[in-house]
Structure formats: structure tokens, C-alpha cells
């Protein structure tokens, strides 16, 4: 009888635990009359993904491009990519343009078919107002975007999380990332920087390619709300010179949609990683120009290609004020 009791009584102290979410994989049909996210008809089963574990395919849907679209307001106002996966049957480039937000977790783009390019865009006219948002629901480590050789991810909103600490985005596969965003993280409240890392462990990544322009990278003084840039053994960060040239700031969020320059030791390049330097008319020569600003002092461990044969470029640390440091490059003839 005590035994009975004890066991009865254990089941009822014991927690209920909340069934784990279940992951619904949604193929795209497209047979909701126009591309719109919201029409449950463009999907198979036919709902609308929407849940932290859901998975997006993009298949054989044509050999048009595809520019899938979002209006309404039910039962998203944003698009919602827990897992986003473009197949080898893909026979056409795919365009997603949000009118707000969107969330990306996992993302891949599988090598075959003949499609080349997925963009992922905000609103119309408006890309310095729109985010695309990563680490929705418990994912804590790392996400995986995972881009296949002869396929191209462009991201033309800025980057950002949900939520206070920096988490990051790991760049796999030999696929290339074109970030076309003026600012990595956003500033929130008060040490709370909506920061992302990148770390590109292979293949390419590039600021607006072709295009120099100005990219900054916020973060605060919480430890664990510093993003960093690592580029790994391998791997290449493609940058534009030119009448304007590409830099990455180091800022700290100070209130909401206020920075100011901060140093960390937030750039990381291991030996052996690319610095592939893309030459455009009116690039200045025997000039240094700011590549990374507000960094720490350690050396350079790129290796630069891209230049013609007759150049060569030289780097150096430049202390601006005290303890912040730019790291600056000048191209020469040989």
C-alpha cells in the first residue's frame, strides 16, 4: 500500500511537459491564382507555414522566375522561414519581396537545378527601413546557411534578431552571399543591440557587390551582445574600391536607433582566408582607405587576390583615437 500511495503521489508532483512542436514541411504549388505567402492555396498541405520548426520548399515551380509576394494581414503580416530549402528542381530564379519584416532561420540552397539566384527583399523603396530577422523560437547556437556551388543568396534588408543576445549565422557550402544591408544588428534599448555574428566558414561573402558602400556592425557592452565577422581558412570577403569604396563600423547601440564608435575585438580572420578586392573605375591608388573601422590591433592574416598583375596591396593599423584602431589598405604598383 505505501508503495501505491508513493507512486500516485509521484504522478501527481511530477510536470507536464508541453508537447515539443511538430515540423510541417510545406512545398510551394503556387495554385493560389497570384504568389501571394498568405493564400494557403500556394501551398502543399494547404496552409500557411508559420510555425519555429516549419520548413519552406521551393521546388519545380516553373521555368519563370518566381517573385512570391505578401499581402493581407492574416495569417502573417511578415514571411516566417523557420527552414527555407531551394531543391535541385528549381528551374527558375525565386524573388521574395516581405512588405515588413521577415524571419530566416536555416536556410539552403541545394546544389543542381537551374536556377542561380534567391533574393530576399523589404519593402519597395524602402530597404534601410526593413529587417530580416534570425533566432525566432529556442535556437540559441549558430544557424546554418548553407549555399551550394553556382548559387547566389542576396539579402537586401539589413540583419537583425529576435530577442537580446548575439547569435549568429554560420555561411556553409561554396555558394556565395551577397549582403546588400546597411547594418548588421540594429540598436535597441540600452545594452541591447539586436546583433547577429556572421562567420563565413566557406565559400564567398560581399557588401552590395559592385557596389562600395558603408556597412556597420552594432553591438553594446554585454558580453554576450558582441558580434563579431570571422572569416575562415578558405573562405572570402569580397570587397569593392572604387569612387566609393566598401567599410565595415564597429558601433555600440546607446538607445533605441542611436550608436556611437566602439572597439572590440569583433574581426576575426583566421591564416588563409580571402580578401578578394573587386577594382571599379576612380579607385584611388597610393591612398589609404578604411576597410574596418574601430578594430583591435592584431595583424592581418588575409590574403589578398583579385588585383591585377601589376598590383599590390599593403594594410596597416592606424590608431584614430585612444585604443581604436582602423584598418586601412593602399593598392601600389608592383
Same mark, same amino acid.
Given at each position: 500500500m505505501?508503495?501505491?500511495?508513493f507512486a500516485?503521489?509521484?504522478?501527481?508532483?511530477?510536470?507536464?511537459?508541453a508537447?515539443?512542436?511538430?515540423a510541417?514541411?510545406y512545398q510551394?504549388?503556387?495554385?493560389?491564382?497570384e504568389?501571394?505567402?498568405?493564400?494557403?492555396e500556394n501551398w502543399?498541405p494547404?496552409?500557411?507555414?508559420?510555425?519555429?520548426?516549419?520548413?519552406?520548399?521551393?521546388? %519545380?515551380?516553373?521555368?519563370?522566375?518566381l517573385?512570391?509576394?505578401?499581402?493581407?494581414?492574416e495569417?502573417?503580416?511578415?514571411?516566417?522561414?523557420?527552414?527555407?530549402?531551394?531543391t535541385?528542381?528549381?528551374?527558375?530564379?525565386l524573388f521574395?519581396?516581405?512588405? +515588413?519584416?521577415s524571419?530566416i532561420?536555416q536556410?539552403?540552397?541545394? &546544389?543542381?537545378?537551374?536556377?542561380?539566384? $534567391?533574393?530576399?527583399?523589404?519593402?519597395? @523603396?524602402a530597404?534601410?527601413?526593413?529587417?530580416?530577422?534570425?533566432?525566432?523560437?529556442?535556437?540559441?547556437?549558430?544557424l546554418?546557411?548553407?549555399?551550394?556551388?553556382?548559387?547566389e543568396?542576396?539579402?537586401?534588408p539589413g540583419l537583425?534578431?529576435?530577442?537580446?543576445r548575439s +547569435?549568429g549565422?554560420?555561411?556553409?557550402?561554396?555558394?556565395?552571399?551577397?549582403f546588400?544591408?546597411l547594418?548588421?544588428?540594429?540598436?535597441?534599448?540600452l545594452?541591447?543591440?539586436l546583433?547577429?555574428?556572421?562567420?563565413?566558414e566557406?565559400?564567398?561573402?560581399?557588401?552590395?557587390r559592385g557596389?562600395?558602400?558603408?556597412?556597420r556592425?552594432v553591438?553594446?557592452?554585454?558580453n %554576450?551582445r558582441q558580434? $563579431?565577422l570571422?572569416?575562415?581558412?578558405?573562405?572570402?570577403?569580397e570587397?569593392?574600391l @572604387?569612387?566609393?569604396?566598401?567599410?565595415?563600423d564597429y558601433v555600440?547601440?546607446i538607445?533605441?536607433?542611436?550608436s556611437?564608435p566602439?572597439?572590440h575585438?569583433w574581426?576575426?580572420?583566421?591564416?588563409g582566408?580571402?580578401l578578394?578586392?573587386?577594382l571599379?573605375?576612380?579607385h584611388?591608388?597610393?591612398e589609404?582607405i578604411?576597410?574596418?573601422?574601430?578594430v583591435?590591433?592584431?595583424?592581418s592574416a588575409f590574403?589578398?587576390?583579385?588585383?591585377?598583375?601589376?598590383?599590390? &596591396?599593403?594594410?596597416?593599423h $592606424?590608431?584614430v583615437?585612444?585604443?581604436?584602431?582602423d584598418?586601412?589598405?593602399r593598392i601600389t604598383?608592383?
Amino acid at each position: 500500500m505505501p508503495s501505491r500511495l508513493f507512486a500516485a503521489i509521484l504522478l501527481l508532483t511530477m510536470p507536464i511537459l508541453a508537447p515539443a512542436a511538430v515540423a510541417t514541411t510545406y512545398q510551394w504549388s503556387g495554385q493560389g491564382g497570384e504568389p501571394n505567402w498568405n493564400y494557403a492555396e500556394n501551398w502543399s498541405p494547404p496552409d500557411i507555414p508559420c510555425g519555429d520548426v516549419d520548413a519552406t520548399l521551393f521546388g %519545380d515551380f516553373g521555368p519563370e522566375p518566381l517573385r512570391v509576394i505578401l499581402s493581407g494581414a492574416e495569417p502573417r503580416t511578415y514571411m516566417f522561414f523557420s527552414d527555407l530549402r531551394v531543391t535541385s528542381e528549381a528551374r527558375a530564379d525565386l524573388f521574395f519581396e516581405a512588405p +515588413r519584416e521577415s524571419i530566416i532561420n536555416q536556410l539552403t540552397l541545394e &546544389a543542381g537545378g537551374s536556377y542561380t539566384r $534567391v533574393t530576399i527583399d523589404g519593402p519597395t @523603396g524602402a530597404p534601410t527601413a526593413a529587417f530580416v530577422r534570425i533566432s525566432k523560437g529556442s535556437h540559441a547556437a549558430p544557424l546554418e546557411w548553407k549555399i551550394a556551388a553556382g548559387k547566389e543568396l542576396v539579402i537586401v534588408p539589413g540583419l537583425t534578431i529576435t530577442g537580446g543576445r548575439s +547569435r549568429g549565422i554560420r555561411k556553409t557550402g561554396p555558394g556565395h552571399w551577397d549582403f546588400r544591408g546597411l547594418s548588421i544588428g540594429r540598436p535597441g534599448d540600452l545594452n541591447e543591440s539586436l546583433s547577429v555574428s556572421i562567420f563565413v566558414e566557406e565559400g564567398s561573402f560581399s557588401l552590395s557587390r559592385g557596389v562600395g558602400q558603408p556597412v556597420r556592425i552594432v553591438s553594446s557592452e554585454v558580453n %554576450d551582445r558582441q558580434p $563579431v565577422l570571422q572569416i575562415s581558412r578558405g573562405a572570402v570577403l569580397e570587397m569593392d574600391l @572604387g569612387h566609393t569604396s566598401d567599410r565595415i563600423d564597429y558601433v555600440r547601440a546607446i538607445s533605441r536607433g542611436e550608436s556611437i564608435p566602439y572597439q572590440h575585438d569583433w574581426l576575426r580572420v583566421e591564416e588563409g582566408a580571402i580578401l578578394k578586392l573587386n577594382l571599379h573605375e576612380g579607385h584611388p591608388e597610393n591612398e589609404w582607405i578604411t576597410l574596418f573601422a574601430n578594430v583591435a590591433a592584431p595583424e592581418s592574416a588575409f590574403t589578398v587576390e583579385g588585383l591585377p598583375a601589376d598590383r599590390q &596591396a599593403e594594410f596597416r593599423h $592606424v590608431e584614430v583615437r585612444p585604443d581604436f584602431y582602423d584598418l586601412q589598405i593602399r593598392i601600389t604598383p608592383r
